[in-house]
Structures are given as structure tokens and as C-alpha cells.
């Protein structure tokens, strides 16, 4: 994830991109009444303790989903999110809605299922920057979401940008089916595709995931991964466990980690992905498209929870490129926002408002008045 700590270095570039460079597809104007993003998936209450769980201890009450986390992150930088998904008839499920509704974000399209409970999500804190988590969501409401909710959330307010994640298809069939429904939506409307991969291996296997998303990169405009999330969405990106495939014919050393995920975004961008963004942690990000490549560094913060800071990077990535940005821009504003996350604690919490975006520049010891 970017925005943890790391050394300032200049930039790196390589055929650096013009600015302003599109991606593949234009993106739809704003228009009344259509959301800039929409996104949909599972939002759980979060309880996150205070050291390990066998021993007891406090617990802190919030709540946690990558679409919405990212959801959030938008509304509080000026855009139109509207969020959809499926919680429980119960008082957890309360807290999602309401707090999604605090925080601006249009969720209308939601449901509220009688017959499964909200899922829950406990976080661990083991060493200063090492956290387990542990799921509590299997036959959960969010995982019985279903093509006719996303069908229905879609079509009455088609928005500009569509926002998926790999998470969402882990769950079950029927989220799976959601998904791909959302997907043909967003090619009839005429909206981008945004894909955040977020691979989780306690949801599905590597096998499972690269069968995904293999059908689905030729429908995404924007593709968000980790360089080790990377090869899941090649041809075979599932065999030996997500391991990078062999090279073609332009081959790289193998230990040149740079050159590797160039090559695997070129054979994305020859697949059809109109932009390829890879997050590498305390090294920043970098984005590849047709006109060459980009890279940023991460911001320099004094880390506090590194949780969320990968959604946080999604958000700011986005509100850039709503915003008309370059690939530098957006680059900037996404290092910029994933910082803020991992300078607080919890997934969302941290994110910054519009006006609190320039705050990371100021010098230690800065009262704002």
C-alpha cells in the first residue's frame, strides 16, 4: 500500500506520459443526478482490539469494506458516490447504513436482508506494524448480494466511473454474478471500469481469482494491484500460487522486480486496460499506459495503521482523474490520500477532506488556527 513511510526521493520517470493523457476510454460528463462513482460490495462492523483477542482487552466499534472505505474517501473529497450492498436486519447493520450516511455517500441502492446477519471483522493487533484479521462473514448478508440489487442501483442513476474490487466475487455465486451484471451495465452506459484487485487469500484461491479477472481485463479502463497482485490478472495468473508467469519474448533479469512489472503491465495494455496502476508500499506507485510510464514516491508519514491505506490510494486516484488530472496528477493526489490513511488509525477514518489535502507539506509542530 502507498503512503507508508519511506525515504523521499525524486521522481522516477520513464517516457513519462504527456499530461492530460487519456486513458482508453472518455470519461462521461458530469451530469445532474448521475453519481461520479458508483461501487457496491460487503461493508462489515469492524471491532478492532487493543492487543491480542484471547487475552480480552477494549474493542473499538466501527465499520469496514473496501468499496465503501474507498466510497467514503470520495465523499469526503466533493464527489457523488453512491454505494449499494447488502447488510443484515440487525443493529450492525444499522451502524453500516448510518454511517455511510454520515459520511455523505448515497445509498439508496442498499438492502437490508432479514434471513443473514451483517458480517463481522475483527483486527488484531500482533507487533507495532504487524495486524491479523479475522473474517466473520460466511452465509453473511453481503455475500447473498444479488445481480437484481446491482441491476436495479445501476440502472436508476447510471454514474461515470464504475469502482470494483476482487473481493466482492470471492464471496459467493450469486456476489459473483453481481459483479459481472455491474460489468455489462458500465459497458452499455458507457461508464469506466475502475478494477482494484484486491486479492485475499483467506477468500479464494489464486487459481480461483485469476479466473476472474481474466475474463473481466478486457471490459476494465483502470486496473489498480500490487505488483504481486499483478500476475493474477495474466493469462494463467492463478498457477503456482500467483507466481509471475514466464516473460515473453522481451525477457527480463529475474530479479529485476521493475522491469518485471513493466512487462506484465505492457502485455495488460496490450489486453485492452486503458491504465495500469501498481501500488509498492513504502516505494510509491507508478502508472503505466500507452504513452510510457509514471512513478511516484510515497509520501513520508509517521505510520499509525497502514489498514485501509491501499482504499484510501483508490480514492485519491480517482478524484483525480473526476477532477480531469493527468497521470501525474492523479498519481500525486492518490500517494497524497494513502498517506493520510496510514498517519491514523482505522480503514477510513483518516481520510482527508478536499481542503485538507495540501496539511502533509506542513512542518512538524504546525498548528492550524
Known amino acids: 500500500m502507498t503512503g507508508q513511510p519511506a525515504a523521499v526521493g525524486g521522481e522516477d520517470r520513464q517516457d513519462t506520459p504527456r499530461p492530460g493523457t487519456a486513458i482508453g476510454r472518455p470519461l462521461l460528463p458530469g451530469q445532474p443526478g448521475r453519481p461520479d462513482v458508483f461501487t457496491f460490495g460487503e461493508t462489515m462492523v469492524a471491532l478492532r482490539g487493543s492487543g491480542p483477542l484471547k487475552l480480552g482487552g477494549t474493542m473499538n466499534v466501527s465499520i469496514a469494506g473496501a468499496e465503501s472505505n474507498v466510497a467514503i474517501g470520495l465523499a469526503r473529497l466533493g464527489h457523488q458516490v453512491r454505494w449499494a450492498g447488502a447488510v443484515g436486519e440487525d443493529e450492525a447493520g444499522q451502524l453500516v447504513l448510518r454511517t455511510l450516511r454520515a459520511e455523505g455517500v448515497e445509498i ?67 456476489a459473483r454474478s453481481a459483479s459481472r451484471c455491474a460489468l455489462q451495465l458500465a459497458r452499455e452506459h458507457g461508464s469506466l471500469v475502475c478494477l482494484d484487485v484486491n486479492f485475499r487469500a483467506r477468500l479464494w484461491t489464486a487459481e480461483e481469482a485469476a479466473g476472474v479477472l481474466g475474463e473481466w481485463i478486457p471490459a476494465v479502463d483502470v486496473l489498480i494491484a500490487s505488483d504481486d497482485e499483478l500476475p493474477l490478472c495474466l493469462p494463467g495468473g492463478g498457477s503456482g500460487e500467483g507466481s509471475p508467469l514466464p516473460l515473453p519474448p522481451r525477457q527480463v533479469a529475474a530479479d529485476d522486480a521493475a522491469a518485471t512489472v513493466a512487462t506484465q503491465a505492457r502485455l495488460l495494455l496490450d489486453q485492452g486496460v486503458g491504465e495500469i496502476v501498481v501500488k509498492l508500499g513504502a516505494a510509491g506507485a507508478t502508472a503505466f499506459t500507452h504513452s510510457g510510464s509514471l512513478h511516484r514516491p510515497a509520501k513520508t508519514v509517521r505510520a499509525v495503521d497502514a489498514v485501509g491505506a491501499g482504499d484510501a490510494f483508490v480514492a485519491g486516484y480517482l478524484s483525480a482523474l473526476l477532477d480531469g488530472e493527468g497521470p501525474a496528477g492523479r498519481l500525486e493526489r492518490a500517494v497524497t490520500t494513502g498517506a493520510f490513511a496510514v498517519a491514523s488509525p482505522g480503514d477510513w477514518e483518516g481520510a482527508p477532506t478536499r481542503a485538507e489535502l495540501g496539511m502533509l507539506g506542513a512542518p512538524p509542530g504546525t498548528v492550524v488556527r
Not at 439508496?108 to 446477519?117: E, F, L, Y
Not at 437484481?148 to 450469486?174: K, M
Request: hydrophobic share 35%.
Open 108 to 174: 439508496s441502492g442498499a438492502t437490508t436482508d432479514p434471513g443473514a446477519p451483517t458480517g463481522l471483522l475483527l483486527f488484531e493487533p500482533r507487533l507495532p506494524e504487524v495486524t491479523r484479521v479475522h473474517y466473520y462473514r460466511a452465509g453473511s448478508a453481503g455475500s447473498r448480494l444479488t445481480a437484481e440489487v446491482i441491476q436495479r442501483a445501476f440502472s436508476a442513476a447510471p454514474p461515470r466511473v464504475l469502482h470494483l474490487t476482487g473481493i466482492t466475487p470471492s464471496l459467493s455465486p450469486t
